[in-house]
């Protein structure tokens, strides 16, 4: 079984943090070679990239997100996370994490965790 799952999400005030978690099951066996990426999206808006970081461990980040998210992975712990600042009313979305391998044709999503950033 090959199984994605994200956790973390809720709801916060503006400027608060929040920490997601995206947790791969055991037998995601290639779970190592897989980049690894957040999406969001929010009502009415397309799916978007937030982050992703690579196999090697180089990150990319929206505009959006650059200086106040910092994604991360944890081999050992097949997991994925993404470290939330400063958060504003526009991140407001279902966050949904993925894990890809062009190579070996796999690409897999989780279920998304809603994140709502409210006063």
């Known amino acids: 079984q090959v199984q994605l799952v994200e956790s973390g999400g809720g709801l916060v005030q503006p400027g608060g943090s929040l920490r997601l978690s995206c947790a791969a099951s055991r037998t995601f066996f290639t779970f190592n070679t897989m980049g690894l990426g957040w999406y969001r999206q929010a009502p009415g808006k397309q799916r978007e990239l937030v982050a992703n970081?690579?196999?090697?461990?180089?990150?990319n980040y929206a505009d959006s997100a650059k200086g106040r998210f910092t994604i991360s992975r944890d081999n050992a712990k097949k997991s994925m996370y993404l470290q939330m600042s400063s958060l504003e009313p526009d991140d407001t979305a279902v966050y949904y994490c993925?894990?890809?391998?062009?190579?070996?044709?796999?690409?897999?999503w989780g279920q998304g965790t809603q994140v709502t950033v409210s006063s």
């Open positions: 993925r894990a890809d391998n062009a190579l070996i044709r796999a690409d897999y």
């Open positions: 970081i690579s196999r090697g461990g180089s990150t």
